[in-house]
T-cell receptor, first 115, second 112 residues
Framework: DAGVTQSPTHLIKTRGQQVTLRCSPKSGHDTVSWYQQALGQGPQFIFQYYEEEERQRGNFPDRFSGHQFPNYSSELNVNALLLGDSALYLC??????????????FGEGSWLTVV | AQSVSQHNHHVILSEAASLELGCNYSYGGTVNLFWYVQYPGQHLQLLLKYFSGDPLVKGIKGFEAEFIKSKFSFNLRKPSVQWSDTAEYFCAVSTGRRALTFGSGTRLQVQP
């Protein structure tokens, strides 16, 4: 049973560039969420996708956008990168119909460094 | 909006010592509560979770947590820590289908 997989694991980008991160949810899961974890901090919620639509969004600017595909996989796009975007980006998956008892599983993350 | 507070930022213990990490949340309704652990260089792993029922929940690796609704708390405990418990611990809360809100984490260092 495959867990949550993310790619790439590490990448370095230059300020002003754009980046795309990818996520495949755990087998059987249909909901994908993205989190940003800066060094020394807890993960911060970016947004959540279900049925190919953004359902919830945290306090992140429009430079952060995403997409969910029919196979439930997801992408996170960040435009006009800033130094402060350097962080670990975590993808999490869950199953929509299990509202209570809904365990969320995390991938290993993508380390983004903006220079 | 819900929020989570973890009061201990860095805890240093000797092996075999008992552990208690504090977690308080702010939300007036029904909540789901979680503790995640992040070992150095690894991804977040679920230690335990509370949705309903018995407020004392047992998780993996000998950890347990007690939900005290009147105190809005969900403290993590372990009777005897091991060097391998060195990690960062995160408390998190969610409500219904809403996303997780995490605390800032507690770094646990266990000295042999």
């Amino acid at each position: 049973d495959a867990g949550v997989t993310q790619s790439p694991t590490h990448l370095i980008k230059t300020r002003g560039q754009q980046v795309t991160l990818r996520c495949s949810p755990k087998s059987g899961h249909d909901t994908v969420s993205w989190y940003q974890q800066a060094l020394g901090q807890g993960p911060q919620f970016i947004f959540q996708y279900y049925e190919e639509e953004e359902r919830q969004r945290g306090n992140f600017p429009d430079r952060f956008s995403g997409h969910q595909f029919p196979n439930y996989s997801s992408e996170l796009n960040v435009n006009a990168l800033l130094l402060g975007d350097s962080a670990l980006y975590l993808c999490a998956s869950s199953l929509e119909r299990r509202v209570y008892g809904n365990t969320i599983y995390f991938g290993e993350g993508s380390w983004l460094t903006v220079v | 909006a819900q929020s989570v507070s973890q009061h201990n930022h860095h805890v240093i213990l000797s092996e075999a010592a008992s552990l208690e990490l504090g977690c308080n949340y702010s939300y007036g309704g029904t909540v789901n509560l979680f503790w995640y652990v992040q070992y150095p260089g690894q991804h977040l792993q679920l230690l335990l979770k509370y949705f309903s029922g018995d407020p004392l929940v047992k998780g993996i690796k000998g950890f347990e947590a007690e939900f005290i609704k009147s105190k809005f708390s969900f403290n993590l405990r372990k009777p005897s820590v091991q060097w391998s418990d060195t990690a960062e611990y995160f408390c998190a809360v969610s409500t219904g289908r809403r996303a997780l809100t995490f605390g800032s984490g507690t770094r646990l260092q266990v000295q042999p």
